[in-house]
């Protein structure tokens, strides 16, 4: 495949740093509702998502490439909130959100009989991973859809990669995944382990996740009815 450079794109990294645990996403698009999209499921927390985010601390952000330079990173940390027990707080303040988990936590502690005394905030069990679990994330987009730029042509696009980008010292940020990465693909892709991941939306049209989810699950239905007149 023939290398693009000099084009321009948005680059999401949602990652801990190398070796902090096995989770490290980078989605490269060229649209502002791609993006979204990135930022949908991210929102989801059907992977841990808030887990990563609130206890390590995760590198949430956008880096914003024009003709193929890092000209901006902008930190998703406060366009991010975590609800959780009628509480919220925005993952920028990591205080609060730390606070909520463990408030969360004591709760379910004291709820099954167990000494107060004995409760312990650093341990991460089973409890503490069902509590980040329950966690509502949300984006607050037409905030963020305002601090993006408009990106400059000629702009990335499906099928297309150029060199692996390299952040300005005024940019760099700690344990970032484009300090090892050497080429950047459109599409998203899990850098830790491997492979592509399944991108926010279907190329060339946009669409919404919950259509995608209903379509997968009348197509399970359908292959079960299919099997059902096979053993008929």
Not at 67 to 92: K, M, N, Q, T, Y
Not at 135 to 143: F, M, N, Y
Not at 171 to 190: I, K, M, N, W
Request: with cysteine; net charge negative; proline share 6%.
């Amino acid at each position: 495949m023939k290398i693009h450079d000099g084009h321009s794109a948005y680059l999401v990294e949602l990652s801990v740093g190398p070796g902090g645990a096995r989770w490290a996403e980078l989605h490269t698009y060229s649209e502002p509702a791609h993006v979204h999209g990135v930022l949908r499921r991210f929102c989801a927390n059907r992977g841990g998502e808030a887990y990563y985010a609130i206890s390590y601390g995760a590198t949430l952000g956008i880096w914003v490439v024009q003709r193929g330079e890092v000209v901006d990173f902008i930190d998703l940390h406060p366009f991010l909130r975590a609800e959780l027990a009628g509480e919220s707080a925005p993952l920028a303040d990591r205080g609060r959100c730390d606070a909520m988990i463990d408030a969360s936590r004591r709760a379910r502690w004291l709820a099954e009989g167990k000494d107060p005394e004995a409760f312990d905030p650093a341990e991460i069990d089973d409890v503490a991973l069902e509590v980040y679990d329950a966690v509502k994330l949300r984006a607050e987009w037409d905030a963020l859809a305002a601090r993006l730029p408009a990106l400059e042509a000629p702009r990335l696009e499906p099928g297309q990669r150029m060199p692996g980008v390299e952040a300005p010292r005024s940019l760099e940020r700690a344990g970032s995944y484009l300090e090892v990465e050497e080429t950047v693909r459109f599409g998203s892709y899990d850098v830790e382990c491997g492979g592509a991941l399944a991108g926010p939306i279907e190329f060339p049209a946009l669409g919404g996740w919950e259509e995608d989810e209903e379509d997968e699950e009348d197509e399970d239905e359908d292959e079960v009815e299919d099997e059902d007149e096979d053993r008929g």
